[in-house]
């Protein structure tokens, strides 16, 4: 069996190397990532994954999913390359507040469609991300302060399994399964479809506000007097901004789940600030949610870093405004908290993030910037030492229950020989993105049921001979725009898993 034999298997195109369009089609959306994989198959439907899956087990080869690649590893050499694209299913039900979306659909696609009934799941901050990606990696957007991570609203989803078998899970059918795709990631299975739950959005209010560089202070006052009393439905995200070529400025970032008076009332701070460039603050239709931070909706060569911190006061503030923005492009701090702290009984993998504050840090990854974007990164890091956690946003220690249902979700018979050798890998090792156990020394799983990558975050991978789709653990952010640390996406990339 040869990789040529991969276009009698599926209907949706397939391109080789050698092929005219190979290059594009194997590109990520973030261009600073390079993708060697053996091909590109661009799926149909759910039939033709399952037939991939099939094929990539006889073949001995690796599948690695991807929509668009807005938290692209690189990690994919020799792998094949599935593009879900053409899975574009988007059916809301109004009456069950719920929404089914295909694979390939995309955030701006779910809103358009729920906006216009007063309805809007919980996207980031950016349309073009997968709506698939961002919530397998958990999902951190506008409304999480008020309804938690995007994960945690999934109902059902629509799987390929390692064996080319295609399944429903539910929280009734495969509870530990359910409980590891929701903030996992979706490495144990190739996802074909979401049914996500929605939420009533009579009225939103919001916008962005900026103003020129000597106002910074200001604002970062602002933003800490806001942040302080702020209630779930409002999220304030504060940016220092330096686009290329043009002048730094300073810009908050607002959305209010409710009526404009109120949310007048909560952000007069700001009127208090002269000399706005410009104001956006009004009611905003949620089909335009994405206007808001208006991030790019075109390919480009990012860098991004995200860390979470313990708190933030005058001292902080002082240390972050002590050096320039620049070689970076921008340094986000975005408000938690709420239901991110909290969240309610079924929750998924995600678990909570106790941390109040989240630092993103984007820059351009063109190859003359490249090294010098991550030397700044490091540097605010540093100089921020004593105020950030140590935890990646998407990581978390995990207790022994989980660990059982991680157990559970790879099938593992603990009857069977190795059975004790993969507790014992599973005791050292990051499972999960955003589960990490204390003492990792980087030892893969003795069967290779899991392998683990540190800064992997493929949308999926199916390892040929795994009983389950094998897992990588990932240093990114969760695409809540930032992943951007959804991931390394780009903070203001809404949201964390590869898109």
């Known amino acids: 069996m040869t990789i040529n034999d991969l276009r009698g298997v599926l ?3 397939v391109l080789l190397a050698d092929d005219d369009g190979f290059e594009q089609a194997a590109t990520a959306w973030n261009l600073t990532v ?24 006889r073949a001995g080869m690796t599948v690695t999913a991807q929509p668009s690649g807005h938290g692209a590893s690189g990690d994919v050499e020799g792998m094949i390359l599935l593009r879900t694209g053409l899975l574009n299913e988007v059916e809301v039900r109004a009456e069950e507040r719920v929404v089914r979306v295909g694979a390939g659909v995309k955030w701006g696609q779910v809103l358009a469609a729920a906006g216009p009934l007063g309805l809007t799941g919980l996207a980031g901050s950016a349309p ?16 999480s302060r008020k309804y938690g991570f995007a994960s945690d609203s999934v109902r059902a989803i629509d799987i390929v399994d390692a064996d080319g078998e295609p399944g429903r899970v539910t929280a009734e059918s495969d509870p530990e399964l359910f409980w590891a795709l929701r903030g996992g990631g979706g490495d144990f299975a190739v996802v074909t479809a979401l049914e996500l739950e929605l939420y009533p959005v009579p009225v939103l209010y919001g916008g962005r506000v900026i103003w020129p560089e000597h106002r910074t202070r200001e604002v970062y006052d602002a933003f800490l007097e806001i942040t302080a009393e702020a209630p779930r439905e409002l999220s304030v995200w504060i940016n220092r901004l330096q686009p290329p070529g043009a002048s ?19 952000l007069a701070r700001l009127d208090k600030i002269e000399g706005a460039i410009s104001d956006s603050r009004g009611v905003v239709p949620v089909a335009d949610l994405g206007d808001i931070t208006a991030e790019p909706t075109d390919p480009a060569p990012s860098i991004a870093r995200a860390e979470l911190l313990t708190g933030l ?24 908290g709420g239901a991110l702290a909290e969240p309610g009984g079924g929750a998924g993998a995600s678990g909570a993030v106790a941390e109040p504050y989240l630092l993103g840090l984007l820059g351009l990854g063109l ?3 490249a090294d010098a974007t991550r030397a700044k990164q490091a540097e605010v890091v540093a100089d921020l030492e004593a105020y950030i956690s140590g935890r990646k946003p998407r990581r978390r220690p995990i ?32 499972l999960f993105s955003c589960l990490t156990i204390e003492g990792f020394g980087g030892q893969d799983d003795p069967r290779k049921v899991i392998r683990l990558r540190a800064t992997i975050n493929a949308a999926c991978r199916v390892a040929a001979g795994d009983r389950r789709t094998s ?27 590869p898109g």
């Open 367 to 369: 190859p003359h910037a």
């Open 128 to 143: 073009g991300v997968s709506v698939t990606g961002y919530t397998l990696g958990g999902g951190v957007g506008w409304f």
């Open 248 to 266: 730094p400025m300073v810009t908050l970032d607002l959305a209010y789940l409710g009526e404009v008076a109120q949310g007048e009332d909560l």
């Open 11 to 13: 209907k949706g195109r």
């Open 399 to 430: 207790s022994s229950a989980e660990r059982d249902k991680i157990l559970g979700a790879l099938r593992v018979d603990q009857d069977e020989q190795n059975a004790v050798e993969r507790r014992d890998s599973l005791q050292r090792a990051p």
């Open 34 to 57: 390079r993708q060697p994989v053996a091909a590109v198959a661009e799926a149909a439907d759910a039939d033709d994954v399952a037939a991939l899956v099939r094929y990539a087990r």
């Open 471 to 497: 897992y990588h653990a990932t240093d990114e952010l969760i695409k809540i725009g930032i992943a951007g640390p959804d991931g390394n996406a780009s903070p203001a990339c809404a949201g964390s898993s």
């Open 313 to 336: 006061d005058a001292d902080a503030v002082e240390l972050l405004l002590a050096k320039p923005v620049e070689p970076l492009i921008n340094v986000q701090i975005r408000h938690l």
